[in-house]
Nanobody
Framework: QVQLVESGGGLVQPGGSLRLSCVVS????????MGWYRQAPGNQRELVAG???????NYADSVKGRFTISRDNAKNTVYLQMNNLKPEDTAVYYC????????WGQGTQVTVSS
């Protein structure tokens, strides 16, 4: 069973930065398209950023220019660098690995507040 473990969440002030990491185990990382989703209380889960096996990326309009997704196939890890964070970025962030099915991590809390 493929496992995804996120880390790097926490409390940060508006304008600050965080880097989320997601390590994939028990799978062939290089064959998965990877993504980051988030869900705030009372809201639906939404796609934040995605990266294909070839390194092509896509972003939600709300995070373009502030967030960067990247992957390191040698480390079985996908990252989400989040800069200029805003209170509306507060959510639980989930990592996904998309192959013949989609695998989800357990989520990591990001709170942006002064």
């Amino acid at each position: 069973q493929v496992q995804l473990v996120e880390s790097g969440g926490g409390l940060v002030q508006p304008g600050g930065s965080l880097r989320l990491s997601c390590v994939v185990s028990r799978g062939i990382f290089s064959i998965y398209a990877m993504g980051w989703y988030r869900q705030a209380p009372g809201n639906q889960r939404e796609l934040v950023a995605g990266i294909t096996t070839g390194g092509n990326t896509n972003y939600a309009d709300s995070v373009k220019g502030r967030f960067t997704i990247s992957r390191d196939n040698a480390k079985n890890t996908v990252y989400l660098q989040m800069n200029n964070l805003k209170p509306e970025d507060t959510a639980v962030y989930y990592c996904t690995a998309q192959g013949t099915r989609t695998y989800w991590g357990q989520g990591t809390q990001v709170t942006v507040s002064s």
